[in-house]
């Protein structure tokens, strides 16, 4: 008789113990990226909601943010390195296929012979690790997972392309993932198109440009970020509210147990969109990090949740519904307890 195959005992429930982001220091105003495509400071506004935005300096880097946010996390959370079983990174932006991000970031935090791997899902890879995490310490496989967002978006944005230069920016976000003795992430609703994988994609892939290289030299131009604004506005504001009542409905609450609404921060009017048509309550609180952040991907819901959180719109323990979407098309998200922040 084969000998049985032992199982490990998870726990029933899982809520983000903790949040911490890191957004760097250099703010960039609409007057400074609007001369390289013809535009203003009110043409971006009116558009995308966006006032200003960060991007990192040279010597940052997705594993340099993603370990100061992961470290900050691990600060709100109370939880020690140790005791994290899995570090999972969420980036569409890191300009290195290996090694993963993970492993450096789970070494620089003093974490010995931890598990960890990066995620590629686009604006809706937090969400998507968020799953990942949550569910690996419902089935014991880590009885902790650090889930980290982060994305350094100008090392592919070509500042001359009116689509794209204003809108995409850099920054972190990480979050502990832990047992709970009520549910504090809800089941996830997601899914993807990949019929329209042209609204949100990288030009060219890196083979072509090498390629490229090798023919013409220096005079070919290197994959940049692409998006067809309006099939990704229309794909938003017809579908989301589909996938956002959807979350709600896993999570047997109704909107009116909203008390924050988080998106991803890819446009303030699709936002306005969701809000309008999701009817949440006057009291519901939206994140609008957009306007100072701009859109950060990977990165955009947990500064956002931040944002909310330390500016005493919301406190922890609130319920939050997060959707994120975007490249793929594809989308993820699902309602939360909002945790505790760093200091």
């Given at each position: 008789?084969?000998?049985?195959?032992?199982?490990?005992?998870?726990?029933?429930?899982?809520?983000?113990?903790?949040?911490?982001?890191?957004?760097p220091?250099r703010?960039?105003?609409?007057d400074?990226?609007?001369?390289?495509?013809?535009?203003s400071?009110?043409?971006?506004?009116?558009?995308?909601?966006?006032?200003?935005?960060?991007?990192?300096?040279?010597?940052?880097?997705?594993?340099?943010?993603?370990?100061?946010?992961?470290r900050?996390?691990?600060?709100?959370?109370?939880?020690?390195?140790?005791?994290?079983?899995?570090?999972?990174?969420?980036t569409?932006?890191?300009?290195?296929?290996?090694?993963?991000?993970?492993?450096?970031?789970?070494?620089?935090?003093?974490?010995n012979?931890?598990?960890?791997?990066?995620?590629?899902?686009?604006?809706?890879?937090?969400?998507h690790?968020?799953?990942?995490?949550?569910?690996?310490?419902r089935?014991?496989?880590?009885?902790?997972?650090l889930?980290?967002?982060?994305?350094?978006?100008?090392d592919?944005?070509?500042?001359?392309?009116?689509?794209?230069?204003?809108?995409?920016?850099?920054?972190?976000?990480?979050?502990?993932?832990?047992?709970?003795?009520?549910v504090?992430?809800?089941?996830?609703?997601?899914?993807?198109?990949?019929?329209?994988?042209?609204?949100i994609?990288?030009?060219?892939?890196?083979?072509?440009?090498?390629?490229?290289?090798?023919?013409?030299g220096?005079?070919?131009e290197?994959?940049y970020?692409?998006?067809?604004?309006t099939?990704?506005?229309?794909?938003a504001?017809?579908?989301?509210?589909?996938?956002?009542r959807?979350?709600?409905?896993?999570?047997?609450?109704?909107?009116?147990?909203?008390?924050?609404?988080?998106?991803h921060?890819?446009?303030?009017?699709?936002?306005?969109?969701?809000?309008?048509?999701?009817?949440?309550?006057?009291s519901?609180?939206?994140?609008?990090?957009?306007?100072?952040?701009?859109?950060?991907?990977?990165?955009?819901?947990?500064?956002a949740?931040?944002?909310?959180?330390?500016?005493?719109?919301?406190?922890?323990?609130?319920?939050?519904?997060?959707?994120g979407f975007?490249?793929?098309?594809?989308y993820?998200?699902?309602?939360?307890?909002?945790?505790?922040?760093?200091?």
């Amino acid at each position: 008789m084969a000998a049985p195959i032992a199982r490990r005992a998870g726990v029933a429930n899982t809520q983000m113990l903790g949040l911490g982001v890191y957004r760097p220091e250099r703010v960039v105003t609409n007057d400074d990226v609007a001369g390289p495509i013809d535009s203003s400071d009110e043409w971006i506004r009116t558009r995308s909601g966006i006032q200003t935005r960060r991007f990192a300096e040279r010597d940052e880097t997705p594993v340099t943010m993603a370990i100061e946010a992961g470290r900050r996390a691990l600060e709100a959370s109370g939880v020690d390195a140790e005791q994290i079983g899995c570090v999972i990174v969420a980036t569409s932006s890191r300009m290195v296929l290996g090694p993963a991000a993970s492993a450096q970031v789970a070494t620089a935090l003093g974490m010995n012979d931890t598990a960890g791997f990066d995620l590629a899902a686009g604006c809706s890879g937090f969400g998507h690790a968020l799953t990942v995490g949550s569910d690996m310490v419902r089935a014991g496989t880590a009885s902790h997972v650090l889930v980290i967002g982060v994305e350094k978006l100008t090392d592919l944005l070509d500042k001359t392309d009116r689509t794209t230069a204003f809108i995409f920016a850099d920054g972190a976000g990480a979050v502990v993932v832990g047992p709970s003795d009520e549910v504090g992430i809800g089941p996830v609703a997601w899914g993807s198109d990949g019929t329209q994988w042209q609204a949100i994609r990288q030009d060219k892939p890196f083979d072509d440009y090498f390629d490229e290289v090798a023919e013409k030299g220096k005079e070919s131009e290197r994959p940049y970020i692409r998006m067809e604004g309006t099939a990704v506005f229309r794909w938003a504001a017809s579908f989301l509210e589909k996938a956002c009542r959807a979350a709600v409905d896993n999570a047997e609450v109704t909107m009116d147990d909203i008390d924050v609404f988080v998106p991803h921060q890819a446009n303030l009017r699709i936002t306005d969109v969701l809000v309008r048509v999701l009817k949440l309550p006057e009291s519901c609180v939206v994140a609008t990090d957009i306007v100072e952040t701009g859109n950060t991907s990977a990165a955009s819901i947990p500064l956002a949740m931040e944002q909310v959180l330390r500016s005493g719109q919301a406190k922890p323990g609130d319920t939050a519904l997060l959707m994120g979407f975007g490249a793929g098309l594809a989308y993820a998200g699902q309602v939360v307890k909002l945790p505790a922040i760093s200091a």
